[in-house]
């Protein structure tokens, strides 16, 4: 199965203890890129998540918003600073000496300055900690491998919808190729009797002619390079997997045959074909860009 690099996760776990919501989205990227948002205290689960993502994603560029509340009353205390609390007390006593004024400081002020009281979280239990992340983050992954799955099954069905109609129109230059060549050994001859007024021609030499022009304007190996590569991206859509890669590759290569075949072309039928073809094929670029 295919998937599209376009994506949407999201889960939501809340009980007496704790609040966790995680949310993830991609869009398209040559490349495996996350960007991670998150409380600093789950920063040490960083490399972590990020292995865990990779389990899921391959390609794309992945946000992943992360919030975490905690709601137990003994997550977090108040702590005394009396070191502090006492240089504090020690200067405004040296301020009352140098200054000659009153020193009406009390403890309510006291305990007003920067850093008397800090309040700082308890130690954690970072193995069950990660133990609840781990099961949100994979809720939301396989929420949002789910919805690339359907989006990339969505893709396949116009991609091999696009492939057949080359087809058709690969299997009208084929048919149309050869009759240019007897046109023009028909023209060639008429042309020749015209000139010769009614003197013999030199067949040979009309064969050699007609030889160098169909060398010029032979398409038959663009054409079986082209279907080739057709019915390749069609096989790689039914295998399915990591494939977009491959197919932006091979999708370069059909265009390339396109082009030749476009600037062989002697027939306005066939150039007309050969347009259509490098439409179609910017199409399907277009379309592979959104594959995993």
Known sequence: MIRSMTGFGRS?????????????????HRYSEFGIKMPKKLNLFE?????????????????????YEDYRESNAC???NKEIAKEYLDYLKQMETE?????????????????VFSKEEQSIDEEQLWSI????????AEQFVATREREGENL?????????????????????????????????EAKV?????????DESRI????????????????????????????????????????????AQEMNREANTILSKANSLDISNTAIDLKTEIEKVREQIQNIE
Do not use: W
């Not at 696009?162 to 023209?187: C, F, H, T, W």
């Open 133 to 140: 992340l781990e099961t949100g983050i994979r809720q939301a």
């Open 47 to 67: 490399a972590n998540i990020r292995a865990l993502l990779k389990e899921y994603i391959n390609r794309g560029k992945v946000d992943v918003f992360i919030t």
């Open 193 to 201: 009797q015209e000139l010769l007024e009614g003197t013999n021609i």
């Open 156 to 188: 396949k069905n116009d991609l091999i919808g696009k492939l057949d109609g080359m087809l058709s129109m690969v299997d009208y230059i084929e048919q149309e190729a050869p009759q240019l060549i007897q046109d023009y050994r028909n023209k060639l």
């Open 207 to 250: 064969a050699t002619e007609v030889v160098i022009y169909a060398d010029k304007i032979c398409v038959d190996e663009e054409t079986v390079r082209l279907r080739s590569h057709i019915n390749s991206t069609k096989d790689i859509l039914t295998e399915g997997g990591s494939i977009g890669r491959k197919l932006d590759f091979i």
């Open 12 to 28: 939501e776990t809340i009980t007496t203890e704790y609040k966790l919501i995680v949310e993830m989205k991609a869009v398209n």
């Open 78 to 80: 108040i702590k005394y």
């Open 99 to 115: 200054f000659q004024i009153p020193n009406d400081i009390t403890v309510t002020k006291l305990a007003g300055f920067s850093d």
